[in-house]
C-alpha cells in the first residue's frame, strides 16, 4: 500500500486525489492530509504532494521518496529529504509548466523526464488537462503532476473528475 501524503490549506487536493484513487483496483494508498506538516513526521511517504498555498515549517521532519513541490517555493522546502523532486509552476524551469491556458483546457508541458511512482518513465511532452474557466494554474499542475505521478490516465481532454473547488474559483 503506498503512503501519499498531501500538504494543503483545504485546497481539496486529498480529496480529489482520494476520490480519483478510489476507483482504480492497482491503486492501493493511504493518503494523510494535513495542513502542517507534523501531521507527516514520522512517515516514510512514498509521495508527498505540497500544494500552492501550503504553510509552515518543518519540512525538515519529513521523508519521502518523490515529492511534488510548487517551484515558486522550492527554496522552502529544501531541508525536505526525497529521492526525487518534482516542481510545478509557470517558470521554464519547473517540471511542470503551464503552455496555455484556455477557459475549459490547459496545456501542460512536461520539461523533464521523470519516472512514476510504478516507475513507468514520463516522458517531455505536452498534455491537454480539462480544467474550468477561472481555474487557478498552480493548483491546476498540482493536480496534472499528482496524476502524472499517480498514474492516473491522463489522456487529452479526459475527464480527470471534479476538480477541488478552489481550483474552479480562484481570483488572481
Not at 52 to 80: I, N, W
Not at 95 to 105: F, P
Amino acid at each position: 500500500m503506498r503512503q501519499i501524503g498531501i500538504w494543503e490549506q483545504q485546497e481539496g487536493l486529498a480529496e480529489w486525489v482520494s476520490h480519483r484513487t478510489a476507483h482504480i483496483p492497482r491503486q492501493h494508498a493511504l493518503i494523510r492530509a494535513c495542513s502542517h506538516p507534523e501531521g507527516l513526521a514520522g512517515v516514510l511517504l512514498d509521495l508527498l504532494i505540497i500544494s500552492p498555498q501550503a504553510a509552515g515549517g518543518g519540512a525538515e521532519k519529513l521523508r519521502c521518496r518523490t515529492v511534488l513541490v510548487p517551484g515558486d517555493r522550492s527554496p522552502a522546502f529544501h531541508d525536505l529529504t526525497a529521492d526525487l523532486m518534482v516542481s510545478y509552476g509557470i517558470d521554464p524551469r519547473n517540471t511542470l509548466t503551464l503552455s496555455s491556458l484556455e477557459e475549459d483546457k490547459a496545456a501542460i508541458a512536461v520539461q523533464r523526464d521523470f519516472p512514476a511512482l510504478d516507475g513507468a518513465l514520463i516522458e517531455q511532452q505536452e498534455i491537454i488537462f480539462p480544467c474550468r474557466e477561472s481555474t487557478n494554474p498552480a493548483l491546476l499542475l498540482a493536480l496534472a503532476g499528482a496524476a502524472l505521478l499517480l498514474g492516473l490516465p491522463l489522456e487529452p481532454a479526459a475527464d480527470l473528475g471534479p476538480l477541488p473547488q478552489s481550483a474552479a474559483h480562484y481570483a488572481s
